[in-house]
């Protein structure tokens, strides 16, 4: 029997890393159908509740999808906590479940503030302006910003990246600069750069 033998034109380094990329990519591939059943069940109690006994089941659902690796369910979940369907509000456990949605790869997890910005508009100069518009000025609230920074603190990227225009808006470009890096480092890829 002819033994083969193969020639690689890679360093035996660059080969193991390209290998150790491959596994990881089909290991998060392989973590991202997982909790799928979890978030169905989840979804069919949150379309059919009506009390909060079956908002807590649909929660209790998503929750275990989200600890599967399932982002959707971490946003679910999230997204149930923050308005308190079926527990108290808990924004904090709510940041932390978004913040790991973005992390499992839901891009609009990314980018959720989760109401850093209470109202949808902001008054600025006497005129009403889409909050969504970017098209702010020196005259964003204090403590809008202050709420905003809160939650990036508390790891929420999309936070941070509203903390971030705002912070811009009034002039604060160093913070900005910080706030879009941290935004960056917890996952907004939009941000980088």
Not at 27 to 46: C, I
Not at 70 to 96: L, V, Y
Not at 113 to 120: A, I, N
């Amino acid at each position: 029997m002819k033994q083969c033998s193969y020639r690689f034109t890679k360093s035996a380094a660059a080969h193991k890393a390209e290998v150790e990329t491959h596994e990881q990519a089909s290991k998060k591939a392989a973590e991202g159908s997982k909790g799928v059943d979890e978030l169905a069940a989840g979804e069919r109690a949150a379309k059919s509740a009506r009390d909060s006994r079956d908002q807590a089941e649909a929660l209790r659902h998503f929750a275990a999808s989200c600890d599967s690796g399932n982002a959707e369910g971490c946003a679910r979940a999230a997204e149930f906590s923050a308005n308190g369907w079926g527990t108290k509000p808990d924004i904090g456990r709510a940041i932390r479940l978004t913040a790991k949605a973005c992390k499992l790869g839901r891009g609009l997890s990314c980018t959720d503030d989760l109401g850093c910005v209470e109202r949808r508009e902001v008054a600025i100069v006497g005129k009403k302006v889409s909050r969504n518009s970017m098209r702010v000025t020196k005259s964003v609230g204090v403590e809008t910003i202050k709420k905003c920074e809160r939650h990036c603190a508390s790891g929420l990227p999309g936070a941070c990246h509203t903390a971030g225009n705002y912070q811009s808006a009034a002039g604060r470009d160093a913070e900005a600069k910080r706030s879009f890096g941290r935004s960056c480092k917890l996952g907004n890829k939009g941000d980088c750069g």
